[in-house]
T-cell receptor, first 114, second 109 residues
């Protein structure tokens, strides 16, 4: 089934540890995004990539990094996790880059940092 | 600053009609989106409005007034499966999506 796959679906992590959330899509979409979703707040953009080989910072990029080596994969890395990074993380993709198309979301990765 | 406002929670009865409002203040406007998100699941696309007026899609309709910075999502013939959060998002002048916190809709039998 075509779509976006995220891994892991859930993780408990000790503060200070490094963690990579994986995201893979098979729809050949150009644009990919990482959001975090916290209770009472709207989705907040962490990083994005308009096409393979390029990345950009979103609204809340500090403490996170991304890479886009190819069209399909867009991993998100927390270099040294802190408790404020406890959240649900969603990866998404869009066929265009103008943010006027439909976003397709992965099922989310629930991360708890202790 | 940029802001999207929508009610935190609404309750409606199965079979009835409910209107979820969204007001926005953004730097520029390149369209407004509604997404549905069931608890513990990913958001899924419902509608996109870029011109004023009503867009109808089955039981769901979305309305936009750009001059008023206002949109609503209308759900008719409510079903229990419509219990979910409804997220409003606006694409600003840089095509960045600004998201509201979502409206949790509770459907009662």
């Amino acid at each position: 089934i075509a779509g976006i796959t995220q891994a892991p679906t859930s993780q408990i992590l000790a503060a200070g540890r490094r963690m990579t959330l994986r995201c893979t899509q098979d729809m050949r979409h150009n644009a990919m995004y990482w959001y975090r979703q916290d209770l009472g707040l709207g989705l907040r953009l962490i990083h994005y990539s308009n096409t393979a080989g390029t990345t950009g910072k979103g609204e809340v990029p500090d403490g996170y990094s991304v890479s886009r080596a190819n069209t399909d994969d867009f991993p998100l890395t927390l270099a040294s996790a802190v408790p404020s990074q406890t959240s649900v993380y969603f990866c998404a993709s869009m066929s265009g880059t103008g943010n006027t198309g439909e976003l397709f979301f992965g099922e989310g990765s629930r991360l708890t940092v202790l | 600053g940029q802001n999207i406002d929508q009610p935190t929670e609404m309750t409606a009865t199965e079979g009835a009609i409910v209107q979820i409002n969204c007001t926005y203040q953004t730097s520029g406007f390149n369209g407004l989106f509604w997404y549905q998100q069931h608890a513990g699941e990913a958001p899924t696309f419902l509608s996109y409005n870029v011109l004023d007026g009503l867009e109808e899609k089955g039981r769901f309709s979305s309305f936009l007034s750009r001059s008023k910075g206002y949109s609503y999502l209308l759900l008719k013939e409510l079903q229990m499966k419509d219990s979910a959060s409804y997220l409003c998002a606006v694409a600003d002048s840089n095509y960045q999506l600004i998201w509201g916190a979502g409206t949790k809709l509770i459907i009662k039998p």
